[in-house]
T-cell receptor, first 114, second 113 residues
Framework: DGGITQSPKYLFRKEGQNVTLSCEQN?????MYWYRQDPGQGLRLIYY???????QKGDIAEGYSVSREKKESFPLTVTSAQKNPTAFYLC?????????????FGNGTRLTVT | AQSVTQPDIHITVSEGASLELRCNYS??????LFWYVQSPGQGLQLLLK??????LVQGIKGFEAEFKRSQSSFNLRKPSVHWSDAAEYFC???????????FGTGTRLKVLA
């Protein structure tokens, strides 16, 4: 079955360390996204990419970085510059068509930084 | 500014009762609209979507939503709730050509046996 795989499910890091979250999709979708979810705040867009080797900042990109070297992969690095990195991170993908722009989500990575 | 609002943070219903979750949007033009459901610790699953055409949209798990332009609303409904429907529900909007999705803050549904 096609889908989006995020790994690991749980991640623990010490403050000051960079950490990379993995996201892989086999849906052949052009667009990929990273969202951050905090209780009571809905989903906030960190970065998105509509094509390989190109990506755009979302609403809360500070302290994060991404790469899109392959269509299937969109890893997110949480750097030590991110002030409050503990959160639930969701990766998503979508087609670039007018008729099916729905987001498809992975099962998320819960990051805890102490 | 574009926005999606879910006025109810928590809703509790009895099993077998009907359900309506509210969603209001503010966009310059008619957006694409979506409802997602999230179980604890999981990703979001698409319930249904509205792009154009028929304003009553059928989704999975027996859910439906009605787009009302005059009220800027896209409320989610289910005639008879099951205990397994307990989850958090998110409404989202997107503008054609941008694929920048705006999510509401979610409504947590509790189902009483």
């Amino acid at each position: 079955d096609g889908g989006i795989t995020q790994s690991p499910k749980y991640l623990f890091r010490k403050e000051g360390q960079n950490v990379t979250l993995s996201c892989e999709q086999n849906l052949n979708h052009d667009a990929m996204y990273w969202y951050r979810q905090d209780p009571g705040q809905g989903l906030r867009l960190i970065y998105y990419s509509q094509i390989v080797n190109d990506f755009q900042k979302g609403d809360i990109a500070e302290g994060y970085s991404v790469s899109r070297e392959k269509k299937e992969s969109f890893p997110l690095t949480v750097t030590s510059a991110q002030k409050n990195p503990t959160a639930f991170y969701l990766c998503a993908s979508s087609r670039e068509t007018r008729e099916d722009g729905a987001l498809h989500f992975g099962n998320g990575t819960r990051l805890t930084v102490t | 500014a574009q926005s999606v609002t879910q006025p109810d943070i928590h809703i509790t219903v009895s099993e077998g009762a009907s359900l309506e979750l509210r969603c209001n949007y503010s966009y310059g033009a008619t957006p694409y609209l979506f409802w997602y459901v999230q179980s604890p610790g999981q990703g979001l699953q698409l319930l249904l979507k509205y792009f154009s055409g028929d304003t009553l949209v059928q989704g999975i798990k027996g859910f439906e939503a009605e787009f009302k332009r005059s009220q800027s609303s896209f409320n989610l409904r289910k005639p008879s709730v099951h205990w397994s429907d307990a989850a958090e529900y998110f409404c989202a909007g997107a503008t054609s050509g941008t694929y920048k999705y705006i999510f509401g803050t979610g409504t947590r549904l509790k189902v009483l046996a």
